[in-house]
Every structure is written in structure tokens, then in C-alpha cells.
């Protein structure tokens, strides 16, 4: 079956720029998504179809999706980026998510 | 704006079935190139996909291979909602479920607000 790994955790000063890697099988031949889940609510997307942000998600979140790898990017982290962010792709009609990074703004 | 508001009950018998609903504002269930989605939760699984329904002409579902001897997904359109089912449930299914939305077989846009499950034995 088809597997998304992420990073447990990932730590960032204030100010400075977050990676959250999501690795998989040929996943740039696949689009791959992002969610984002604060404590106690639902997932948010965040990215779509590798790169583009829904309206109403600033522009510091950007994605990139090439090889085994895709990646997302927060520039200018503030601390209300701090949530756990998830990859999601899909492979033969079904759903598959990543494990979910942890990402701490210290 | 698209709307999903989840109800069901919170607390399920060890071996008996788990039903939830979805309810859908702002869209219709029957919608030709939406899909409507069932994930869970859980400090153990993660986010796990559980399944979906959509209407092309015929209805159809896919379900996660995890599940697929026990689930159903079924949309009322008379209601504008769609439900889960999971049959002979055990701790292993306590968790938070959420519904959501696709578009096109892409981005999980919208969803449910989680409804918690806890299966008592």
C-alpha cells in the first residue's frame, strides 16, 4: 500500500522559514495536499494540487511537489503557525495521509 | 460558503454499529463533481481516510481497505446529508470522525466540525 512519511516534529524560530517534508513514492507524479490542524478543530487546507492556496491563507505558505518529495513551506513563521500539518495524496481512488509534523514556533 | 454539520451519538457499544450524518449546506449531495468523505482520527492511526460516495449519473463509493468488510456510506438526498455506518465496533474505532467534501477526486475542502466516538466495551 501507498505511504506518505513526514517528520514527527519540526521546530522554527519567529521570523524565520519552516520546511515540512512528505515523502512517497514517485509522489511528483501525484498532486499533493496540505492541511493544517490546530489543537481541538478540524483540518484546514492549505495548499492544493502542489502549489496553490485556497483564498484566505496567506501567501507565506507555499508548496512544492518534485521526485519522491513534496514540501511545505512557511515563510515569516508567526506563532499562530504553530499546528500540526499533514500531507495528503490520493492513489487509486482512495485517500492517503502523511503521519502529521508537529511544527513548533519556539 | 459550503456547510457540514456532523451529529451522532459520542459513545457506542463494543460490538454493535456506529452511524453518523452529515449534513450539507451550500451544496447539494447529488452534485456531479463532488464527493463526500468519512476520515477519523486518532492518537494511534492518525488521519485515516475511511471512504467516500458520489453521484455520476449512478451513485458510487470507494472505501479504505482497513474498513471495507464493515462500512457504509450512504447519501440521502431527500435530506441533503450522508451517513456512515461502521458495523461490529471495538476500542480500535474510538476516535474523532470527520466528514468532508472533494472536489474532482483533488483537495479535501471542507469539513465537518469532528464528532469524538468513544466504544465502550
Known amino acids: 500500500s501507498y505511504e506518505l512519511t513526514q517528520p514527527p516534529s519540526v521546530s522554527v524560530s519567529p521570523g524565520q522559514t519552516a520546511s515540512i517534508t512528505c515523502s512517497g513514492n514517485r509522489l511528483g507524479d501525484k498532486h499533493a495536499y496540505w492541511y493544517q490542524q490546530r489543537p481541538g478543530q478540524s483540518p484546514v487546507l492549505v495548499i492544493y494540487q502542489n502549489t496553490k492556496r485556497p483564498s484566505g491563507i496567506p501567501e507565506r505558505f507555499s508548496g512544492s511537489n518534485s521526485g519522491n518529495t513534496a514540501t511545505l513551506s512557511i515563510s515569516e513563521t508567526q506563532a499562530m503557525d504553530e499546528a500540526d500539518y499533514y500531507c495528503q495524496a490520493w492513489e487509486s481512488s482512495t485517500v492517503i495521509f502523511g503521519g502529521g509534523t508537529k511544527l513548533t514556533v519556539l | 460558503q459550503v456547510q457540514l454539520q456532523q451529529s451522532g451519538p459520542g459513545l457506542v457499544k463494543a460490538s454493535q454499529t456506529l452511524s453518523l450524518t452529515c449534513a450539507i449546506s451550500?451544496?447539494?449531495?447529488?452534485?456531479?463533481?463532488?464527493?463526500w468523505n468519512w476520515i477519523r482520527q486518532s492518537p494511534s492511526r492518525g488521519l485515516e481516510w475511511l471512504g467516500r460516495?458520489?453521484?455520476?449519473?449512478?451513485?458510487?463509493?470507494d472505501y479504505a481497505e482497513s474498513v471495507k468488510s464493515r462500512i457504509t456510506i450512504r447519501a440521502d438526498t431527500s435530506k441533503n446529508q450522508f451517513s456512515l455506518q461502521l458495523n461490529s465496533v471495538s476500542s480500535d474505532d474510538t476516535a474523532v470522525y470527520f466528514c468532508?467534501?472533494?472536489?474532482?477526486?483533488?483537495?479535501?475542502?471542507?469539513w465537518g466540525q469532528g464528532t469524538r466516538v468513544n466504544v465502550s466495551s
Open positions: 451550500g451544496d447539494s449531495v447529488s452534485s456531479k463533481s463532488a464527493a
Open positions: 460516495t458520489y453521484y455520476r449519473s449512478r451513485w458510487y463509493d
Open positions: 468532508a467534501r472533494d472536489v474532482g477526486g483533488m483537495e479535501l475542502d471542507y
